[in-house]
C-alpha cells in the first residue's frame, strides 16, 4: 500500500467519523424531544 | 481458483447518501408529508418530524438494497454505471449492511415514535420495493413497473396512518393515483432510453412489446389514473379547490399522454413529446398532492 493510499484510507475515515457524530449527535436530540412530545401528549391526553 | 475481489478503501460517506436515492426521495418525502398533512387528525410536530424522517430513511434503504441487488445492471446502463458499486467506489456488503440496517432502524424507529400502523406499512413498502419489484419482477416481466409502482405509492399512505393511526378511502385514493401514475411515468422515460435498458437487459415494455404497444399502455393506463385522479371530489372526500385542479391537471395530462398514445414509430424528433410526458408528470405528482393539502386545510 502506498502512502498515497493510506492518506486516502485516513481521509475517509475522519470524514466518516465526522459525518457519524454528527448524526448521533442528531439522533440523541431527536430521541430526546421526541420524549419530551410523548410526555406533552401523555399530560394533554 | 476463484480470484479474490479488489480491496477497496473505505467508500465516501457522500456514496452512502448516493446509494439512497435522494432525488427519488423527494417525491416520496412531498407524497408522504401530503398524506400526513391531508389528515384530518391532528400530530405533534415532532412526532410529525419523526413520521416524514422515517418514510426518507426507509426510501433510502429501499434505494440502497436496490443498488447493492441490481450493481450488475447498473453498471451496463449508461444513466446508472457512475452509481457507487458500478463505479467501483464501495463494496457490496457495504452497502447491503448499510440497507438492511438503515431499514430495520426507520421501522423501529416509526414503530416506538409514532405508531405501529404506520410502521407495518412502512416494513411492507420496503419489503415490496426490494423483494417483490427488484428481486422478483424487474428481470422477468415487462409488467414490473406497474406491480412495482405500488412501493412507490405507499408514502401517502404512511403518512395519513402517522396522523390518525387508521387508514380511509382518501388516502387509499391517494394510493392509486401514485399507482397508476407510475406505467404512464416510467414508459415515457423508457421510450427514450430504451436503448439503455435493451442493453442491460431489462425486460421493461418498449423493449419487449414494442413502441406501439407502449404508446397503448401509456394511453390506457392515463384512463384509470384520471379518475383516481378526480374521484375524491365527487365523493365528497374533498372540497372544489382539489376538484379545479385535479380536473386540469388531469386534463393537460391526458392530452400529453394522447399525444404519445397517437404518435407513430420513428417520426425523429428527438422523443420530445416523451420528454415533455415524462418532466410534466413530475411536477403533475407536486401539485395535485399540493391541492390536496391546500383544499383540506381550506375546507377543514
Known sequence: MTPDDQDLIRRRQASRARVMALLLGALVLLIFAISIAKIQLGMHG | ?300
Open chain 2, 1 to 300: 481458483m476463484t480470484t479474490a475481489a479488489p480491496l477497496l478503501p473505505p467508500a465516501d460517506w457522500r456514496d452512502f447518501l448516493a446509494l439512497t436515492k435522494p432525488r427519488v426521495m423527494t417525491l416520496v418525502v412531498f407524497t408522504g408529508l401530503c398524506g400526513m398533512l391531508a389528515a384530518p387528525a391532528s400530530i405533534h410536530p415532532v412526532i410529525g418530524f419523526t413520521a416524514i424522517l422515517c418514510i426518507a430513511l426507509g426510501a433510502g434503504a429501499a434505494g440502497a438494497l436496490n443498488q447493492w441487488y441490481e450493481a450488475d445492471l447498473d453498471a451496463a446502463m449508461r444513466r446508472t454505471q457512475k452509481r457507487p458499486l458500478p463505479d467501483g467506489r464501495m463494496d457490496r456488503q457495504s452497502a447491503l449492511h448499510f440497507g438492511v440496517g438503515l431499514a430495520a432502524f426507520s421501522v423501529i424507529l416509526m414503530g416506538l415514535a409514532v405508531n405501529l400502523v404506520a410502521a407495518a406499512i412502512l416494513t411492507v413498502s420496503i419489503l415490496f420495493y426490494v423483494l417483490v419489484y427488484t428481486v422478483w419482477l424487474k428481470r422477468r416481466t415487462p409488467q414490473n413497473i406497474v406491480i412495482g409502482g405500488a412501493a412507490g405509492a405507499f408514502p401517502p399512505m404512511i403518512g395519513w396512518a402517522a396522523a390518525t393511526g387508521d387508514m380511509a378511502v382518501l388516502p387509499v385514493l391517494m394510493f392509486l393515483l401514485v399507482f397508476l401514475w407510475t406505467p404512464p411515468h416510467f414508459w415515457a422515460l423508457a421510450l427514450f432510453v430504451k436503448t439503455d435498458y435493451a442493453n442491460a437487459g431489462v425486460p421493461m415494455l418498449p423493449v419487449v412489446a414494442g413502441e406501439r404497444v407502449t404508446r397503448h399502455q401509456i394511453g390506457l393506463y392515463t384512463i384509470p389514473m384520471a379518475i383516481a385522479a378526480v374521484a375524491p371530489w365527487p365523493l365528497g372526500l374533498t372540497g372544489p379547490v382539489y376538484g379545479g385542479v385535479s380536473v386540469a391537471t388531469t386534463a393537460i395530462f391526458a392530452l400529453l399522454a394522447l399525444r404519445v398514445a397517437t404518435r407513430r414509430q420513428g417520426e425523429g424528433d428527438a422523443m420530445k413529446p416523451e420528454k415533455r410526458l415524462f418532466r410534466y408528470s413530475i411536477l403533475y405528482l407536486f401539485v395535485i398532492f399540493g391541492a390536496l393539502v391546500a383544499d383540506r386545510w381550506i375546507f377543514a
